[in-house]
């Protein structure tokens, strides 16, 4: 359907107003609105309202299927995904999660075994439509060691088709060990990565933090963290993470995950969280999928009450930047997944209400995590923008989202890319013994 090389249009495509900024068109109430995508030289030159069937020569009738522009997914563990076949979850708990991990890195994360993951999750994400991801990297010693080299050839092997960026994954206590974490920021910094830290609420987090601020300011860098992914109401490091962020004048971006907590805690509790992290501009990204696999477990026989998912709503009511992305894949922490983001936007629009009106929650899977991401040619269908986008079969939400759409079309450059998931037996030999 899409030529293969030159320039062409397509006419008939329903394209999103959330996504679509500099479109002028009536948009139907789902948001939606018929238009005329010119692509040419690997860019959109042209977007123009087109409201009746074409009937021009030389411009391909999409006839109101949706176009997208490829996703973003700003909160990965792709140096974890896949490993679960040598190292499933023993009983769907969170700490059941982080014992499995923690024994299968010591023993098998070789170089090898972490790159061949790795590429095997972005084959993935690529052929589903994504075109940046951001990974979290465990950087407990020794594997900051093994796993930092490892992105950064991962990264150059996927340039102009995936962009990759990653953030250190420690848990907050490993920052007591100055000259070891001062390293590490050190180490980060040189592969333009950005610091990331697990909080938790233990007795010295306040001055734990201002250490990771402290190495943020000193070498630049953005900041990356997981809070507070757990049911206890105690668990109020987001607040603390702003509030640090506010007292330490932190300038840079700032992106917290999770975040499960606060939607257990009282509403005043809520209120000045909110207020803070809106006064620090921090931007928070939910992971639906598993919070729902891990929160409310029970394993005592009685089904879980809470879908696990933090305060969207309320945080993008008052202007904080929100986003929802895959988070694990395939491993202790998630027993599932594909790094597919039409899957994790379906998901979303199920467990956290992104309906009724839909209104622009679409931004949270493409254009707000571009921007937490700080790449410029992302996340939005924009004129003289990278011809980068999705075609699928959905005309409408009800549509788009009640198939797996795996035979939408991926546009990269304005070509067509060939839609190859790796085989999952690709992976067999590393999952022996
Ligand atoms: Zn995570």
């Not at 937490?372 to 549509?399: P, Y």
């Amino acid at each position: 359907m899409i030529p293969a090389s030159g320039s062409y249009r397509l006419a008939n495509a329903h394209v999103h107003r959330s996504l679509t900024p500099e479109l002028a068109a009536s948009f139907d109430a789902e948001g939606f609105a018929l238009a005329e995508l010119t692509v040419a030289g690997g860019k959109i030159v042209s977007i123009v309202a087109h409201a009746k069937p074409n009937a021009e020569a030389n411009a391909i009738d999409l006839a109101g299927r949706i176009v997208l522009p490829c996703f973003v997914d700003c909160h990965t563990h792709i140096d974890k995904g896949h490993i679960w076949p040598r190292k499933p979850n023993p009983d769907g708990t969170f700490m059941g999660a982080l014992n499995a991990t923690g024994a299968d890195r010591a023993a098998r994360w070789s170089a090898e075994d972490v790159a061949r993951r790795m590429d095997f999750s972005l084959r993935s994400a690529y052929a589903h439509g994504t075109k940046a991801v951001r990974t979290h990297l465990d950087s407990v010693p020794p594997q900051e060691e093994i796993s930092w080299p490892v992105f950064e050839a991962m990264r150059k092997k996927w340039r102009g088709r995936i962009d990759l960026q990653a953030a250190c994954l420690l848990g907050i206590e490993g920052v007591r060990d100055k000259t070891w974490f001062e390293r590490l920021a050190k180490r980060v910094a040189a592969a333009k990565g950005v610091l990331g830290v697990v909080t938790y609420m233990v007795p010295d987090l306040e001055e734990l933090l201002d250490k990771v601020f402290a190495e943020a300011i000193k070498h630049g860098l953005d900041l990356d963290f997981h809070a507070d992914e757990t049911d206890d109401v105690a668990a109020i490091s987001l607040k603390k993470i702003a509030e640090a962020s506010l007292w330490n004048g932190f300038e840079g971006n700032i992106l917290v995950g999770h975040c499960c907590s606060l939607a257990r805690q009282p509403d005043l509790e809520v209120l000045d969280t909110l207020d803070k992290v809106a006064k620090a501009r921090l931007a928070v990204v939910s992971l639906p999928m598993c919070n729902l696999y891990l929160q409310d477990r029970r394993n005592n026989g009685t089904t879980p009450r809470w879908r696990g998912v933090t305060l969207l709503h309320e945080m993008k009511a008052r202007g904080i930047k929100v986003a929802v992305a895959s988070d694990n894949t395939r491993d202790p922490f998630y027993a599932y997944g594909d790094l597919d983001m039409l899957e994790v936007y379906r998901m979303a629009t199920r467990i956290l209400h992104f309906d009724h009106p839909v209104g622009d929650w679409p931004r949270a899977v493409a254009a707000t995590p571009a921007e937490v991401m700080r790449l410029e040619d992302a996340g939005m269908l924009a004129v003289g923008g990278s011809a980068d986008f999705i075609v699928f079969k959905g005309r409408s939400w009800t549509e788009l989202l009640s198939r797996p759409e795996s035979d939408r079309i991926v546009v990269r450059e304005g070509r067509a890319i060939e839609r190859q998931l790796p085989d999952y037996s690709e992976l067999d030999e590393l999952m022996v013994g």
